[in-house]
């Protein structure tokens, strides 16, 4: 039962590595192409510094609309975790997430004295289970924004590429966003473009809306990219040679990145390494050795 319950422990561990660590490890997936991106159903929200949002797909943002005034009576500051759920791409609110958390440190110590108290001491069973429920929803919430991120970062160098081609036929910027946010799916991407064209609908100055996609997505490629578009604007120069310059830069800086992701995979794989291929060599190289030690002795044929 032991070795049961250190088995558990093991794969809840691995769980959560590759939970944390998986998107960066493993395989990219392929941009998406074209429909309609947004749908008039989809609920929009107003959030705090004015900054808007678009639903998306998966969300539990209904509810977060329902209970707005019980977030607001909340004793503490959670600016923190609302930008880092913007970074996420807002799939719940504040009062959702902080619900998350309170059930998680709630279930799994249940669940872990319910499995392991029998045979492990309950005051380590509830320490280590109070931890992994505290963490669980923050991996997961740094999960969703790493991906959301690196979406983002993968799509960049093409989307810029597609807005150059408008904008070099003779097309005005905000009228290239709109026309690349209709007729790409749905992305991470997409879906701030889509923003930034809706914000300027809505009164706000092309300025200002680019300003909150840096603030939204809060990425030094993105913020490149959002001080460029505005030097070109206040300065007058052509947003074809903006663009083009960015697309390059893009370019150079995601290749870059999947340098430094690929050095730190030797560094990455010296967990497993150790925890489960070493292992196992030494049980299979010195397994029958101890077996015949322990039987009758070696005889090393002298």
């Given at each position: 039962m032991v070795l049961i319950a250190v088995l558990l422990l093991l794969a809840a561990s691995i769980y959560l590595l590759i939970l944390q660590f998986g998107s960066k490890i493993f395989g990219l997936e392929k941009m998406r192409?074209?429909?309609?991106?947004?749908?008039?159903?989809?609920?929009?929200?107003?959030?705090?510094?004015?900054?808007?949002?678009?639903?998306?797909?998966?969300?539990?943002?209904?509810?977060?609309?329902r209970f707005k005034d019980f977030e607001q009576r909340i004793p503490f500051s959670t600016e923190a975790i609302r930008r880092r759920l913007i970074k996420a791409g807002l799939p719940m609110g504040?009062?959702?997430?902080?619900?998350?958390?309170?059930?998680?440190?709630?279930?799994?110590?249940?669940?872990?004295?319910?499995?392991?108290?029998?045979?492990?001491?309950?005051?380590?069973?509830?320490?280590?289970?109070?931890?992994?429920g505290f963490f669980i929803p923050e991996m997961w919430l740094n999960q969703k924004i790493g991906k959301r991120l690196h979406n983002i970062r993968r799509d960049l160098p093409n989307i810029i590429d597609l807005l150059n081609l408008c904008v070099s036929g003779g097309m005005d910027f905000m009228l290239a966003v709109n026309r690349v946010v209709k007729d790409l799916k749905p992305c991470d991407l997409t879906r701030e473009l889509g923003e930034v064209y809706r914000e300027?609908?809505?009164?706000?100055?092309?300025?200002?809306?680019?300003?909150?996609?840096?603030?939204?997505?809060?990425?030094?490629?993105?913020h490149s990219f959002v001080r460029?578009?505005?030097?070109?604007?206040?300065?007058?120069?052509?947003?074809s040679e903006a663009l083009n310059v960015q697309s390059?830069?893009?370019?150079?800086?995601?290749?870059?990145?999947?340098?430094?992701?690929?050095?730190?995979?030797?560094?990455?794989?010296?967990?497993?390494?150790?925890a489960f291929i070493l292992p196992v060599v030494m049980i299979i190289?010195?397994?029958?050795?101890?077996?015949?030690?322990?039987?009758?002795?070696?005889?090393?044929g002298f």
């Open positions: 192409l074209p429909e309609q991106v947004f749908d008039s159903k989809k609920v929009e929200l107003e959030l705090s510094q004015d900054k808007y949002t678009v639903k998306p797909d998966n969300t539990w943002l209904p509810l977060t609309a504040v009062l959702e997430f902080l619900a998350f958390k309170a059930l998680a440190i709630i279930f799994v110590p249940a669940v872990a004295l319910i499995f392991l108290s029998n045979n492990l001491p309950k005051n380590m069973v509830l320490a280590v289970s109070l931890a992994v300027t609908q809505v009164g706000k100055s092309r300025r200002e809306a680019l300003k909150n996609f840096g603030w939204r997505v809060d990425m030094p490629e993105v460029t578009l505005i030097q070109a604007d206040r300065m007058g120069t052509p947003m390059e830069e893009m370019r150079v800086r995601r290749f870059q990145h999947g340098e430094s992701m690929a050095l730190k995979a030797p560094i990455k794989l010296l967990f497993p390494l150790f190289v010195g397994g029958p050795i101890i077996l015949q030690f322990t039987r009758g002795g070696i005889n090393f």
